[in-house]
């Protein structure tokens, strides 16, 4: 079963940095897609990036707000995706989620179509 663990959330002013981390496991494919969601209150889920975990591939996608700010990576020895958030603005504030789409490697942001979700991690952007 594959699983799906976020980490490193937190509680930061505007204009600082986190580094979320996405550990999955239980993977029995070797290509496959993660993507990064963001859900606020009284907002839809949203997507912010996706990345292709393959030895021979590793394209990205952003959203747009997040263009030059976001920074996705796949360290594949350990099982882990990474999303660096530079340059923090409040309307970044979310919880935040790692997905799974074991059944393409094409990008995209379609929530209903990712098979496995973590259990999210909040991410509070002060003033």
């Known amino acids: 079963e594959v699983q799906l663990v976020e980490s490193g959330g937190g509680l930061v002013q505007a204009g600082g940095s986190l580094n979320l981390s996405c550990a999955a496991s239980g993977f029995t494919n070797d290509d496959y897609i993660i993507g990064w969601f963001r859900q606020a209150p009284g907002k839809e889920r949203e997507g912010v990036a996706c990345?292709?975990?393959?030895?021979?591939?590793?394209?990205?996608l952003y959203k747009d707000s997040v263009k030059g700010r976001f920074t996705i990576s796949s360290d594949n020895a350990k099982n882990t995706v990474y999303l660096q958030m530079n340059s923090l603005k409040p309307e970044d504030t979310a919880v935040y989620y790692c997905a799974a789409d074991i059944h393409t490697v094409i990008r995209h942001f379609i929530p209903d179509a990712y098979d496995y979700w973590g259990q999210g991690t909040q991410v509070t952007v002060s003033i």
């Open positions: 990345i292709v975990v393959s030895v021979t591939d590793g394209k990205v």
